[in-house]
């Protein structure tokens, strides 16, 4: 009995090995090495990366992924340059490079993202060699860039979908501009720079007027009235995303409150003293679907 179960434990045993050695060569079969992915795949994940890991890490690779990002128009059809300290000590000028990224996208640039270097100069070089195809513009902390650059860009833009500006300098005159020039705009993101001077009481009612198909609306450091706000509403019927929260509104009218709660299906965000008023009405509508 004792010799029995003794032998029927140690081929167990063998079995479990020879188990383990049949897995592991089965993971070493699925394990594939990076360097044998197909070209198009290798550039789709390099487009995901912010621009200066790509130069400074991807193409020191090996030659065959530096060609990859020289010569592939795909890596570059999402470009994320953001400026450091010490980026242009190491990298030489932001601009420069970015503008030598643009021509490398060969027209398929779709999505831009620049943060603290961008001038009019560049904004043009987008444009121009771009196509028109650009479908997401994102400007952060950009003094360089005035409203006659965006101006007399804005024409160029008549696929932009999603728009981004912030930390920027933008009168509610450019801003109607750019809402003439993109039709097919459906998010829209401003902030203002904290000791940007003169009015912004115009800005509601510009976004109202020539911005009518937006889906998502988050306003920064802006002054707003409930009459701006409910041209937004009524004009704006596709809203489902609204993030005041960051803006200041002196009270907000009761109507006006169960509005918002009825419309915005998404995300409502309202400044801090202002989310008790909406979480009321919030409920309110709740209880009268049910």
Same mark, same amino acid.
């Given at each position: 009995?004792?010799? $029995? %179960?003794?032998?029927?434990?140690? +081929?167990?045993?063998?079995?479990?090995? =020879?188990?383990?050695? @049949?897995?592991?060569? &089965?993971?070493?079969?699925?394990?594939?090495?990076?360097?044998?992915?197909?070209?198009? !795949?290798?550039? $789709?994940?390099? %487009?995901? *990366?912010?621009?200066? @890991?790509?130069? +400074?890490?991807?193409?020191? #690779?090996?030659?065959?992924?530096?060609?990859?990002?020289?010569?592939?128009?795909?890596?570059?059809?999402?470009?994320?340059?953001? +400026?450091?300290? !010490?980026?242009?000590?190491?990298?030489?000028?932001?601009? +420069?490079?970015?503008?030598?990224?643009?021509?490398? $996208?060969?027209?398929?640039?779709?999505?831009?993202?620049? #943060?603290?270097?961008?001038?009019?100069?560049?904004?043009?070089?987008?444009?121009?060699?771009?196509?028109?195809?650009?479908?997401?513009?994102?400007?952060e902390d950009c003094p360089?860039?005035?409203? &006659?650059?965006?101006?007399? #860009?804005?024409?160029?833009?008549?696929?932009?979908?999603?728009?981004?500006? =912030?930390?920027?300098? *933008?009168?509610?005159?450019?801003? &109607? #501009?750019?809402?003439? /020039?993109?039709?097919?705009?459906?998010? !829209?993101? *401003?902030?203002?720079?904290?000791? @940007?001077?003169?009015?912004?009481?115009?800005?509601?009612?510009?976004i109202a007027r020539n911005?009518?198909?937006?889906?998502?609306? /988050?306003?920064?450091?802006?002054? !707003?009235?409930?009459?701006?706000?409910?041209?937004?509403?009524? %004009?704006?019927?596709?809203?489902?995303?609204?993030?005041?929260?960051?803006?200041f509104l002196p009270y907000?009218? &009761?109507?006006?409150?169960?509005?918002?709660?009825?419309?915005?299906?998404?995300? *409502?965000?309202?400044?801090?003293?202002?989310?008790?008023?909406?979480?009321?009405?919030? /409920?309110?509508?709740?209880?009268?679907? /049910?």
């Open positions: 009995m004792g010799r $029995s %179960s003794y032998k029927t434990t140690q +081929h167990c045993r063998k079995r479990r090995f =020879s188990d383990t050695q @049949e897995y592991c060569g &089965e993971q070493k079969r699925a394990c594939r090495n990076w360097l044998d992915l197909p070209e198009d !795949l290798t550039a $789709s994940i390099f %487009s995901r *990366l912010k621009a200066t @890991e790509i130069l +400074h890490d991807c193409q020191l #690779v090996c030659k065959r992924w530096l060609k990859i990002c020289k010569v592939n128009p795909l890596v570059w059809r999402t470009i994320d340059m953001d +400026h450091h300290l !010490l980026d242009d000590f190491i990298y030489g000028s932001m601009e +420069h490079m970015c503008r030598d990224l643009i021509d490398r $996208s060969c027209g398929s640039l779709v999505d831009i993202n620049v #943060v603290r270097f961008g001038t009019d100069r560049l904004l043009k070089s987008i444009t121009d060699s771009s196509s028109c195809g650009i479908r997401r513009l994102r400007l360089a860039i005035t409203d &006659e650059g965006l101006c007399g #860009v804005a024409s160029k833009f008549a696929r932009l979908k999603e728009l981004d500006i =912030s930390e920027c300098f *933008l009168s509610y005159k450019t801003l &109607e #501009v750019i809402g003439r /020039s993109c039709p097919l705009l459906v998010s !829209l993101k *401003l902030k203002r720079r904290f000791n @940007e001077r003169g009015s912004n009481s115009m800005y509601g009612y510009t911005m009518r198909g937006l889906h998502s609306l /988050s306003l920064s450091k802006f002054n !707003l009235t409930n009459d701006e706000l409910r041209k937004i509403l009524e %004009s704006c019927l596709g809203l489902e995303t609204l993030d005041l929260g960051e803006s907000l009218e &009761e109507d006006l409150g169960r509005r918002c709660a009825e419309q915005i299906r998404k995300k *409502l965000e309202l400044p801090y003293r202002l989310n008790y008023d909406i979480e009321k009405y919030l /409920s309110q509508v709740t209880n009268n679907k /049910s």
